[in-house]
């Protein structure tokens, strides 16, 4: 007899979780991205809530991107990257060297 403990609700909801956690591994591009800005951003020695009013985006949304829960636009990859003084292809580049 099977569990009560164990229900089809309770296995669809930790194969949900589990699949979210999955889809963030360093092969997600926006997870990539993140980390990209994050080493740039911390090299060049400037706080998130800086960066943001650099790039005239919240503080938030620098937050988002760095940990690869935001599907960034091209219009914000380009305002980060003029915000912290780089091309956006140098960016790119780092990004697809930690893929």
Request: glycine share 8%; aromatic share 8%.
């Amino acid at each position: 007899m099977p569990s009560d403990t164990y229900s089809l609700w309770t296995y669809r909801h930790h194969y949900t979780y589990h699949s979210a956690v999955t889809r963030t591994k360093s092969g997600d591009p926006r997870v990539a991205f993140g980390l990209a800005v994050r080493r740039f951003r911390l090299a060049k020695g400037v706080s998130q809530e800086k960066l943001g009013e650099l790039a005239d985006i919240h503080r938030t949304y620098i937050g988002d991107v760095e940990r690869g829960t935001r599907n960034v636009a091209l219009v914000n990859m380009t305002k980060i990257a003029v915000a912290l003084g780089l091309p956006l292809s140098r960016i790119l580049q780092d990004m697809e060297r930690q893929q």
